[in-house]
C-alpha cells in the first residue's frame, strides 16, 4: 500500500506557472508508475501525465504536452508535475496517482489502470 499526498496548488494568473508535487510513503516508490489527472466542476476526471517507474518514459495529454513536465525523484518518493503557460482550462481539482507494476519503463493513461490516488490539490488559473 502506498498513501499520495499532493501539494502546491493555489491561484495564478493566466500565463503563470505552478509546480505540483506529490509525496508518498509505504511501500518502494520505484514500484510504481506515477500519474496525474485532474477533474474540473462538472467534468470527468482527465489524464494529463504519466511517468514510467525508470522515469525514462513519459506521456501527456495533447492539451497539456509542451507547457507541462512530469518528473519523478526516486530518492525522495516524489513525482512532480511543473506547469507553465498556464491557462484558465488548466483549472481543476490536480490528483496524483499510483500503479503498481512490474515493468520499467511502462506508462498508464488511464484512470483505472491506477491502484491508488490521493486527495487532490486545487489549481486556479484567473484570466
Known amino acids: 500500500q502506498v498513501q499520495l499526498v499532493e501539494s502546491g496548488g493555489g491561484l495564478v494568473q493566466a500565463g503563470g506557472s505552478l509546480r505540483l508535487s506529490c509525496a508518498t510513503s509505504?511501500?518502494?516508490?520505484?514500484?510504481?508508475?506515477m500519474g496525474w489527472f485532474r477533474q474540473a466542476p462538472g467534468k470527468e476526471r482527465e489524464f494529463v501525465a504519466t511517468?514510467?517507474?525508470?522515469?525514462?518514459?513519459?506521456n501527456y495529454a495533447d492539451s497539456v504536452k509542451g507547457r507541462f513536465t512530469i518528473s519523478r525523484d526516486n530518492a525522495k518518493n516524489t513525482v512532480y508535475l511543473q506547469m507553465t503557460s498556464l491557462k484558465p482550462e488548466d483549472a481543476a481539482v490536480y490528483y496524483c496517482?499510483?500503479?503498481?507494476?512490474?515493468?520499467?519503463?511502462?506508462?498508464?493513461?488511464?484512470?483505472?489502470?491506477?491502484?491508488?490516488w490521493g486527495q487532490g490539490t486545487q489549481v486556479t488559473v484567473s484570466s
Open positions: 511517468i514510467s517507474r525508470s522515469g525514462t518514459n513519459t
Open positions: 496517482a499510483a500503479r503498481d507494476t512490474s515493468l520499467l519503463g511502462r506508462t498508464y493513461s488511464r484512470a483505472g489502470d491506477y491502484d491508488y
Open positions: 509505504g511501500r518502494t516508490f520505484s514500484s510504481y508508475s
